[in-house]
């Protein structure tokens, strides 16, 4: 047996008696016990300016909750959450009242992020349903209680339904400042072409991130982007401030039919991996630093003389690379016309892009065993996990005085 996870001292002659992988769950348990409490620790440090009438803090630590089991990739472990009394009501910028909540064991967790995410993802990567279950009980061992086939396909049906649900919501009551848009390539079964999951993440006036609209579509064409728009305004969908996303795009042509007027951001990822398709090896390290002083810059103005200078020194060599780059200027550019602290987010699709960088799907294409349907539903969940972890934007406030048609200048708020 293992002794609970509070305890930080193991007997030797219980130690003899537990197999190799109890004591390595040992340990594992003790680790997660510590960083509990060490981000509980971090927690009641920023809150020690609080103080009561008395002078004592108004947020203190208040013991351990229950024991509950986490499924883990190496198994189950237990785990009960630290806990803090606010008995001050302390309350953040938004008038909540301030709650401890750990983020390495959410409250309700029964199962790691990672147990959850393998699902789509082993899917995604084109495993067949008869090579599913074995996988992962290779992965988690025969400790993955419930994950029988007859389970995991009653799962996938209720995904289906849970993702058709959430398509036909009523987005009349949101407001979206910045949206991302992207289409992730696989290869679907019975399909001749590559198919494409067009996406859209938005950010709220809270500066919160939130998964708006996925579609499937068969490359990323105007027509396919054309739909989903269409579906999403009928839907209530109203104009963000900025579009964000890659220049070669259908999505451009479409999003000025259905939203016209909306800004445009080209991502700077994508343009530096095309700028560089085009140029030599060899120039790899210097074009990389001068790309670089464009985007990475104080004003605008400054990131037109590092533009103008890329220009300067490759037109003549290699002038199909200078050209893959001026033909988007403007729309590089746009950042400088909102907040600083949102420029390292809008620069780039990195919200979309980083949710399947596990499973490189964008540059490796696999021929799955899962249908169209199949393939965006495991899509969908993925990014329905995913988007429980994704950040908040940096000085969140900023993003209400976007939206409330605040003019900014090389990141800086302008007088009215």
């Known amino acids: 047996m293992r002794k609970n996870s509070r305890e930080s001292v193991v007997n030797q002659e219980e130690v003899k008696d537990l197999s190799l992988e109890e004591i390595v769950l040992l340990g594992v348990e003790e680790r997660v016990r510590m960083a509990l409490v060490r981000e509980r620790g971090n927690f009641l440090k920023a809150m020690e300016h609080f103080k009561l009438g008395n002078g004592n803090m108004a947020v203190v630590a208040n013991g351990f909750g229950k024991d509950r089991t986490i499924l883990t990739q190496i198994g189950p472990i237990s785990v009960n959450n630290p806990r803090a009394y606010n008995r001050g009501n302390v309350r953040d910028e938004d ?12 409250r309700y967790a029964r199962k790691s992020m990672t147990v959850e995410e393998t699902i789509p993802l082993l899917y995604l990567h084109g495993l067949s349903t008869n090579d599913f279950i074995p996988a992962l009980k290779n992965m988690f061992g025969e400790k993955a209680a419930g994950l029988s086939p007859s389970t995991v396909s009653r799962m996938l049906q209720d995904w289906k339904v849970e993702m058709e649900t959430w398509k036909k919501r009523d987005l009349s009551d949101k407001a979206y400042c910045y949206v991302w848009v992207d289409g992730i390539y696989f290869g679907a079964r019975n399909s001749e072409n590559d198919l494409c999951v067009l996406v859209m993440i938005g950010a709220t006036k809270e500066g919160k991130k939130e998964l708006i609209m996925s579609e499937v579509g068969y490359r990323e064409s105007a ?35 259905v939203f016209p007027g909306v800004k445009e951001q080209r991502c700077w990822v994508h343009k530096t991996a095309n700028v560089l398709d085009k140029l030599p090896k060899s120039e790899h390290p210097q074009a990389k630093r001068m790309l670089r002083d464009i985007y990475i810059n104080g004003s605008k103005k400054n990131a037109l003389k590092a533009f103008d200078l890329f ?14 780059l ?14 600083a602290a949102h420029w390292q987010s809008i620069r780039t699709t990195n919200p979309i892009e980083s949710t399947f960088a596990t499973s490189r799907l964008r540059s490796r294409k696999t021929r799955g065993n899962w249908g169209t349907n199949m393939t965006e539903t495991m899509v969908y969940k993925l990014m329905e996990k995913a988007s429980s972890r994704w950040h908040r934007l940096k000085k969140h406030k900023e993003v209400e005085k976007v939206m409330a048609g605040v003019k900014y200048v090389d990141g800086i708020e302008q007088a009215a």
């Open 95 to 106: 008038g909540e009242i301030i709650c401890f909540e750990s983020r390495i064991a959410p």
């Open 223 to 257: 027509e396919s982007w054309l739909s989903l728009l269409r579906r999403a305004k009928e839907q209530g969908l109203k104009a963000p401030k900025l579009f964000i996303g890659d220049g070669a795009l259908g999505f451009w042509a479409a999003a000025r039919q």
């Open 311 to 324: 220009v300067a020194v490759y037109e003549d060599k290699y002038p199909k690379a200078v050209e893959c």
């Open 326 to 339: 001026v033909k988007d200027k403007e729309q590089l550019l746009t950042f400088y016309d909102f907040p």
